[in-house]
Every structure is written in C-alpha cells, then in structure tokens.
C-alpha cells in the first residue's frame, strides 16, 4: 500500500496552462524528491528538499518550481506548459537517521503529463 | 560517457528460467547498489541493496557487485509470470547526502 501518493495520476492539458502536481507522504521523511522519467531513459532528478523550507534545483534542468512549506507535501508547479514538459513526474521520499547509509528512496506512482 | 550504464532490453526468458540483469559503472565513490522494480503505469519499487562488494541473497532475488570490474547484477532465480517489469540499477555514495545515480532500466518480461 503507498504511502506516497501523487495526484492527478494522468493529466492532458494545453499549451501555456499553469499545472501543480501534489505530491503527499505520509511517513514522516525528512527528504523528498522530483523525478522525470522518460521512456527508456534514466531517472532525472529534477528537484529535491531535505526539510521545511529547503529546496534545490536537481541535475536536469527545469521550468518547473517546488515549495515545501510542510514535511508531507512537496508539490511541482509549472507555470507555463509546453509540449517538451511531456513526460512522467516521480515523486519520492526518504528518511536519513544519521549521516550514512543507503539512501532509500520510497516513489509515488507518478503523475504522467501530456501537453498538447 | 554515462555514470551508470545498464542495458535497455527487452529481455524475454520463459518461465522457471534463471535471469542476470547488469549494470556497469564509472565512479569509483558509489558504495550503494540498488535494485529497483517497476511494474508499468507504477512507480520503482526497491528490491535490495548492498553495500560496498559481495553477495546478497533475499528469497529468489540475488544482488552481487564487483567492484574490482565496476560491476553489478540482480539474478533471479526460478521466474515468475509476475516479475515481469523494469529493473533499474541505482548507486551512490558512503553519505546519506549523495546523490543516487540510476540506471536506464531493463524490461524483463517472463513467459508463461
């Protein structure tokens, strides 16, 4: 059973709309992370946040912005969508107790997003 | 040249068969190996990991990484119709705060 979940799980919308992806956990993580996953390529880490009112940019580049004004809640907003934001959105959540050890991450389902 | 290179499949194996999914790597700093699932219209799911070389076993899954080689791999044991998925390998290093490099992922898809 998830205990990450991410709505709308499928949206299809038009050129120039503003979208917010949600993104929940009901874990207690300290850590939450945006991923973007196209078909056959790797996970891009898109966005990330170690706690209340911390977020950084990822390895890919992105339009998209974050806000992480609770520890359960990371959504994703883009403000402007075009065609080339096509692609599946992951969320992901993880707890670090301590300064090493795996960093394991728990993913939501994902929300897939179609820009016509 | 990628960090993590992982073949994209598909691979195809009947059922009952043994299965080797692979990964190789460039960094010498990742000391984690994941394996993650991914079932279709899901997100990844994880598998196992280990730490640093050697083997780890957990039911029919078995994880094993050389490092000598910089290269890893999950068999499967006895497949099954329902571990038809994505693989993806994913590494990092010895800081909880290291970033976690993925693999593109194989699809295995396991017939009956």
């Known amino acids: 059973e998830a205990d990450i979940y991410q709505t709308p799980r499928y949206l299809v919308i038009g050129t120039g709309k503003k979208i917010t992806l949600e993104c929940s956990q009901t874990?207690?993580?300290?850590?939450m992370y945006w991923y973007q996953q196209d078909p056959g390529m790797e996970l891009h880490l898109i966005h990330y946040s170690y706690g209340v009112n911390s977020t950084e940019k990822g390895d890919l580049s992105s339009e998209s912005t974050v806000s992480r004004i609770r520890t359960e809640h990371f959504p994703l907003t883009l403000e402007s969508a075009r065609p080339s934001h096509t692609s599946q959105y992951l969320c992901?959540?993880?707890?670090?107790?301590?300064?090493?050890?795996?960093?394991?991450?728990?993913f939501g389902a994902g929300s897939r997003l179609t820009v016509l | 040249q990628k960090e993590v290179e992982q073949d994209p499949g598909p691979l195809s194996v009947p059922e009952g068969a043994i299965v080797s999914l692979n990964c190789t790597y460039s960094n010498s700093a990742f000391q984690y190996f994941m394996w993650y699932r991914q079932y279709s219209r899901k997100g990844p799911e994880l598998l196992m990991y280990t730490y640093s070389s050697g083997n780890k076993e957990d039911g029919r899954f078995t994880a094993q990484v050389d490092k000598s080689s910089k290269y890893i791999s999950l068999f499967i044991r006895d497949s099954q119709p329902s571990d038809s998925a994505t693989y993806l390998c994913a590494m990092s290093g010895y800081s909880s705060a290291s970033k976690i490099i993925f693999g593109s992922g194989t699809r295995l898809s396991i017939r009956p």
């Open positions: 992901a959540s993880s707890f670090t107790g301590g300064a090493r050890g795996a960093n394991v991450l728990t």
């Open positions: 874990m207690g993580h300290d850590k």
